[in-house]
Structure formats: C-alpha cells, structure tokens
C-alpha cells in the first residue's frame, strides 16, 4: 500500500495585506498589537515555505521591472522602512529585498546628517537617492525621521516642526507623481520586546557592533516616540502613498507582510517583458551562419 497522503491545506494569506495593514483615518496605534500575525493563516514554518514560493515570484516580478528601465520605461518602487531601534529594519533588507537581484536594488541608510548634509534643505539628502527607474529603492530610515527624532528631540523650533507634515506629504506626491510606487512601512515593536532585542544585543559579543548606548536613550523617550510615530501615521497616510503598520513582535510576520506589500505592487504594475528592437528570427539566422561545425 502506497503511504497516504495527508491532506494538508495550504497556508496562505486570507484577505489582502495591504488593505489589512493599511493606515486608514480610524488608525489607532496605541491598541494596536504589535504581536500580532494579521491575515495569515499559519505559523511560521509555513511562513518559510511560502517565502521561499514568493521569493522566486518576486525575482522574476524585479527582472521585469529592470527589463523595463532599461526600455525606457518609467516605473520605479520605493519600499520606505521606518522603526525604532531593533523594530527589525535590517532584516527586512537582508531577508526579503535579499531574494532578489542585488543589481536591481538601490539602497540608501539614512542616519545623523553629515555637516554637509545638514547645510542643506533636510530632503537634499532623500532626492539624490530616490531610485531609477527599473530600481527597487529601498530607505532604511527616511525623510520621516524630520517628525521622528527631529521632533522629539527637538533639532528644529516646534513651529517650523509642525510644518513638515504638509511638506512630507508634498514629497511624497512628486515621488509618486514621477512613477515611483511608494511603499511606506512603519514597524512597530512592542516595549517588552525591544527590551529583549536590546537584551541580546548587550549580552552576545556578535551583536555589540548594532549596539549603541544611544539606544536606551530612545528607550527612555518611549512614549514620546510612540506620539510622534501615531502622529506622523495620521497625519501623512495619503490615499496615493499610505502607511502600512507592521506589527514586528513576530519577525517572521514582519518579513512575510513586507515581503507581500512588495510582491503586491510589483504586481500591479503588470509589467511585460519588452519588445525586441531586432528581428530574433534574422539574429537566430545569423548566429546559425557563425557556425563552425
Ligand atoms: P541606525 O539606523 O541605528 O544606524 O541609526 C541612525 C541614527 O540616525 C538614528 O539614531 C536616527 O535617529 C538618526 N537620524 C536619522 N535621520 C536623522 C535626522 N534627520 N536628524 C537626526 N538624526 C537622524
Ligand atoms: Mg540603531
């Protein structure tokens, strides 16, 4: 007798992510859980297995879009990463952009500003990195660190301050306005948890170097972050460039929504593999007369 086969249904995502995560007016971030897996109707060794599924999907989903650059086409995507410390910003990076070609990738960190850069308008630094077309940007850290840090720590008057959502929301829409599809991704630990990440960091010799004493000092402004994230996500959730709140207890999770906002807009962009600008039957000809057979 041949072994039965179990009958196992597919884990998979029961409605549509973004829709699921997106910001909408009602956003409340205060009851929002952050260790929640919203939509996805499995664990996570059935995350892994979809991933990988998805992965392949999303590479070949990233070729058309190169294709496409360099056919003259104007699409772009930007995936915008925000988080406090340890939200799991770089994961992200290394597991999910990680699945597809480096060389369609254009990724930019944005930390304190150099002299040079802080002489200049804050998005002097964001415009030279905003991708290509063909490019898959991706920020990890933003134009919205001007009403992150910048507000809670005060590194501007709270009036000029409280003019940079309108101005954010400006930005937003000359990128979109030029064929980028905006991704903006808000990770949201929890406060027990990014004691533990924090925890992890101090005690394992192979985290120090993601460690800066600076984090506990971010740590103790908690709440202040957590005003500044609710009224930034309110404030700047545009129908044309919304924020999608991650919850980010669960890495996993984090990686496997990130992983579906992105393979769901390069899907909506139905790109097709360009035409050749030669005749492949007259190319195949000639590649037949070089023969040496
Ligand atoms: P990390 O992402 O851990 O490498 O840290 C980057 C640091 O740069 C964080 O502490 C941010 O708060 C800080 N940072 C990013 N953008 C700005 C900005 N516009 N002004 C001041 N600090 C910033
Ligand atoms: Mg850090």
Known sequence: MGKKKKSKKTAGWTGDVADLLRVGPDFDLASFDRGGTP???GDKTSAAAFMRKRGDELSD???RLFADGKSDGTHSV??????????????????????????????ASFGV????????????RIRKQLPPPGKIGVFDRSHYEQVLVVKVDELEPPDVNATRYDELVDFDHEIVSGGTTLIKVAMMVSHAEQGERLKERLERPDKWWKY???DIDVRERWDDYQAAYSEMLTRTSTEEA?????????????????????????TDLDLAWPEADFDPKVELERLAETSRA
Do not use: C
């Open 39 to 41: 939509g996805w109707d």
């Open 61 to 63: 989903l990233q070729e």
């Open 78 to 107: 930007l995936l915008l990463l925000q988080g406090i410390d340890t939200a799991g910003k770089g994961g992200i990076v290394r597991h999910v952009i990680g699945m597809v070609d480096p060389q369609g990738v254009a990724l």
């Open 113 to 124: 500003p150099t002299a040079e850069e802080a002489s200049h308008h804050h998005l002097w």
């Open 212 to 214: 800066n004493p600076g």
């Open 242 to 266: 919304p924020w999608y709140v991650i919850p980010a207890d669960r890495k996993w999770y984090a990686r496997l929504a990130v992983t579906e906002l992105l393979y769901g807009a390069l």
